[in-house]
C-alpha cells in the first residue's frame, strides 16, 4: 500500500509540475477552445448547428472539430519550437512567435463562440452580427 501511495504522490507531483509550467496564454487558449467545443455542442443539441444538413448533433462533426483543436494544439508547439530555437541561437528570452500565435487562435476560437452563440439565440449587439455576417461571405467567397 505503502509503494502504491507513493506512486500516486509522484504522479501527481509530475502533473502539477507540468501543468504550472504552462503559459497563462496557453491556459487561455485552451479555455477558448473548449468553449467553442461547449457552444458548438449546444448549437447542435439545440438543432441549430451549421455543420450539419440536419442541424443536429454529428459524431464527423464533433470528431472534425477536435481535429482542428488537436492541430491547433500542434501548430502552438511548432511556434513553440521556433521561440526556444531563437532563444537558444540568440542567447535571449523570446516568445513572440507563441504569443502571436496563440492571440490569433483565441481570436479565431472567440468568433466561433460568438458563431454558435447567436445560433443557439443568445442576444448578440448588431455591429457584431454583422461583422460575422461579413466575415461569413468573405469565407464563402474563398472557397
Given at each position: 500500500m505503502k509503494k502504491l501511495t507513493d506512486c500516486m504522490a509522484a504522479l501527481c507531483g509530475a502533473i502539477l509540475s507540468f501543468v504550472s509550467g504552462i503559459p497563462p496564454i496557453l491556459w487561455v487558449l485552451t479555455a477558448m477552445m473548449s468553449l467553442d467545443l461547449v457552444s458548438g455542442?449546444?448549437?447542435?443539441?439545440?438543432?441549430?448547428?451549421?455543420?450539419?444538413?440536419?442541424?443536429?448533433?454529428?459524431?464527423?462533426?464533433?470528431?472534425?472539430?477536435?481535429?482542428?483543436?488537436?492541430?491547433?494544439?500542434?501548430?502552438?508547439?511548432?511556434?513553440?519550437?521556433?521561440?526556444?530555437?531563437?532563444?537558444?541561437?540568440?542567447?535571449?528570452?523570446?516568445?513572440?512567435?507563441?504569443?502571436?500565435?496563440?492571440?490569433?487562435f483565441i481570436a479565431s476560437e472567440g468568433l466561433s463562440v460568438l458563431e454558435n452563440a447567436a445560433q443557439i439565440g443568445v442576444p448578440i449587439p448588431k455591429v457584431l452580427r454583422q461583422a460575422l455576417e461579413a466575415l461569413k461571405e468573405q469565407g464563402a467567397g474563398e472557397k
Open positions: 455542442l449546444a448549437a447542435g443539441a439545440l438543432g441549430k448547428s451549421d455543420n450539419t444538413p440536419e442541424g443536429g448533433l454529428s459524431s464527423r462533426a464533433a470528431l472534425r472539430g477536435l481535429m482542428k483543436k488537436g492541430l491547433i494544439l500542434l501548430v502552438v508547439l511548432l511556434a513553440a519550437l521556433l521561440d526556444r530555437a531563437v532563444a537558444l541561437s540568440a542567447g535571449v528570452q523570446f516568445d513572440a512567435v507563441t504569443g502571436a500565435t496563440c492571440l490569433w
